[in-house]
């Protein structure tokens, strides 16, 4: 016999069970974190045990909510399969399936495309957004785009972009009542922070770069956070505060005199972005066309960013 069992709060369940976080599981199943934790509960009440240990930074599996994870992940990726066959819907050669995060696809990527479809009018991309690796290796993706320490057992990796940070502003901040010219200067400013980013020991936060530049910050004067990068970097463009500036988000605005670094301290990032695909598709023709072009596409931006720094060198 089978249990009539609640299908939304398991896949809810598998998903911060393997990402040690609810809110990214929720970013995944694009719910918010209150359905997920209330999915988690749910599910907790009806099995009469505890599931996951929710902790500050990350929450979890019990030893019976790991068993049931593997349970989940190993059962639902044989029904995807299955599905998959069933439908017959295999991608047409001409088209080129992309998995990255919302606010690189935002930011980075779709500002791009179009010099793409320039050069290879032949093929077609279409992008989902996904923070996880379960969409390529359920070739639902060709290649993803994945933030983090560049640890991705069982797929082909190459670097994408190296990451660097320093604090960045709109220029109106500079000026103004409460000028914004040192470090101590950022107890009259808003803070603002990317809660994103991967469960990993550092994270490209405030504090990271303060103690990597040898700074110590100043109590700011309040904090606004968002979950998203392109939310972040928006706000800061709008003069709402400072953000923390990672600098494949920021580079073209820096460029573009949009946004500002107001110190001169940057300290490399611990994390990057890398190209994420199945160590099948290494050789094939689409992929290795949009890993040449997409990585073509990161030096532009890169010397164009050097150039820029060049130019206001020299003023």
Known sequence: MILNL??????????????????EAADELGVGQSAVSQHVKSLEEWLGHDLITRGARRSLPTRDGARLALSIADGLGQISEVCEDIRDKRRD????????????????????????????PEFAI???????????????????IRYGTGDFPGYAVKPLMRETLSPVCAPSLLKGPKPLRRIVDLAYHTQIRDEFGPTTTDLPTWEYWAREAGQT?????????????NMVVQATLQ???IAMGRSPLVMDALRDGQLVQPFPHSVPSPLNYWLVYPEDQRRAKKIALFLDWIAAEAQVQYRQHLDAKSDIQND
């Open 93 to 120: 050669d001409t088209t080129i399936v992309i998995s990255c995060h919302p606010g690189f696809a935002f930011i980075w990527l779709f500002p791009r495309l179009l010099n793409f479809d320039r050069a290879h």
């Open 239 to 241: 003069g709402d505060g």
């Open 126 to 144: 279409s992008i989902t957004t996904d923070t996880g690796l379960r969409g390529v290796a359920r070739a639902e993706a060709d290649i993803a």
């Open 217 to 229: 910050l100043p109590t700011p004067a309040r904090i606004r956070s968002f979950g998203q990068s």
């Open 6 to 23: 609640p299908f939304a709060a398991l896949r809810a369940f598998e998903a911060v069970a393997r990402h040690g976080s609810f809110s």
